[in-house]
């Protein structure tokens, strides 16, 4: 991205002088999250879905009441991006990233075209709806929180939650159930009149980047002394906050996710913010910076510029994100091919014992765990990949 008035640097480097020293000044801040409202019916934070599949996820997601738009958001970026034509080597297909199997009991005609196809986005979103109302129905009787118990049974298998009376103790599972309801708060809206948490991390993460002012912009780069100590703008980002102890994704449009996202006028020192070649959909996010105040950010711009202090007053600014530890714990790993991993789903090799459909968890108050896990698809598609994913979202 091309920024514009970089003339206004020294004025920007005057405000944000005292910017960061009321930052400093006032410690650390309180820890991020601001409070959710109750229920499934909650909308979804501007710019976090593509603007074509809104619509359905905010329908879908309230089907039953296990479920919110938000956390319906969370699982489909996590086994895919939202990508429709992803597929795995474990073939898996489509955004919700079903095996043929499961789709055959599960599949949904979401559009009423008179077909269930499993590349057809508003079909996978309906059908994943639907399989997680069906997991839910199923541990119905299990006590605890009916969401978490639903999301377990989605990566354990409905048995094993059964079996347990609630979240089994898998590392793998508990990681899953807690990560999937961190993520979904980043596709939550703000509730109205309040405001998003603050990072603690915020003073770190800026005063890391502020001593990089100066350095010549490498695209791709991640300061390595073998690149000289250069950085693009996801590198930078990356890390300053690595510095702090928070481990974000390589490439913008995935740091995007790694919190929730304050509104223009609660920016605070140390949010990060994005700029987007389509407003309406945030998978083509091709730049990031940390605000600093003022309405100034620092980043490493573009190819024969250097880290400074820019207006983030930009036609292409999309939003900012308040970065948080579960937020950044959360998302899953994207590989260089834009496979999908990590983030405490299912792909890192499923450590609960193999359980059955939920049909069959159903038809039998103690069934036998039969030889095949949950009945569902891992999430680590490996085909086409989401726009910019597996690139340095450097320019």
């Not at 008035?5 to 801040?29: Q, R």
């Not at 879905?49 to 089907?63: C, D, E, M, R, S």
Request: with cysteine.
């Amino acid at each position: 991205m091309v920024l514009r008035k970089a003339g206004a640097a020294a004025a920007a480097a005057a405000v944000v002088t005292v910017g960061f020293v009321g930052l400093v000044s006032v410690g650390t801040f309180a820890a991020s999250g601001a409070a959710q409202p109750a229920g499934n019916n909650l909308a979804l934070s501007a710019g976090t879905v593509p603007a074509a599949y809104q619509p359905l996820i905010q329908k879908w997601g309230t089907l039953c009441p296990e479920i919110s738009p938000p956390m319906l958001a969370a699982q489909l970026y996590q086994e895919s991006g939202f990508d429709p034509s992803a597929r795995s080597p474990a073939k898996a297909y489509g955004m919700a990233q079903f095996l043929e199997g499961t789709w055959a009991s599960y599949g949904t005609d979401g559009n009423n075209d008179g077909k269930r196809d499993i590349w057809d986005a508003s079909d996978a979103i309906a059908s994943a709806a639907t399989y997680d109302c069906a997991l839910a129905k199923d541990v119905s009787t299990v006590p605890g929180d009916r969401q978490a118990n639903m999301l377990a049974a989605y990566n354990a298998g409905p048995y094993a939650v059964i079996r347990a009376g609630g979240v089994p103790g898998y590392k793998e599972t508990q990681g899953y159930v807690r990560n999937i309801q961190s993520l979904a708060r980043s596709f939550t809206a703000p509730v109205t009149g309040g405001s998003v948490g603050l990072s603690r991390q915020a003073a770190g993460a800026i005063y890391y980047a502020q001593t990089k002012l100066g350095t010549p912009y490498l695209w791709g780069g991640e300061g390595l002394p073998s690149q000289n100590g250069r950085f693009d703008c996801s590198g930078l980002t990356q890390a300053a906050f690595e510095s702090v102890g928070i481990k974000l994704p390589r490439v913008a449009n995935d740091q995007w996710y790694a919190g929730e996202h304050p509104s223009r006028s609660e920016l605070r020192p140390g949010d990060l913010v994005f700029f987007a070649n389509d407003l309406n959909d945030p998978r083509s996010i091709h730049h990031v910076g940390i605000y600093v105040g003022g309405g100034f950010m620092i980043d490493a711009p573009h190819t024969g510029a250097v880290i400074r202090y820019d207006t983030i007053d930009q036609r292409d600014y999309i939003g900012a994100t308040r970065i948080t530890q579960d937020g950044a714990e959360a998302l899953p790993v994207r590989g260089a091919d834009g496979s999908i991993s990590g983030g405490g789903g299912p792909s890192g090799g499923n450590q609960a014992p193999a359980s059955p459909s939920p049909a069959a968890a159903a038809a039998a108050a103690a069934p036998a765990a039969p030889a095949t896990p949950a009945g569902r698809a891992p999430a680590t598609p490996a085909g086409p990949a989401p726009a910019t994913s597996g690139r340095p979202a450097g320019t």
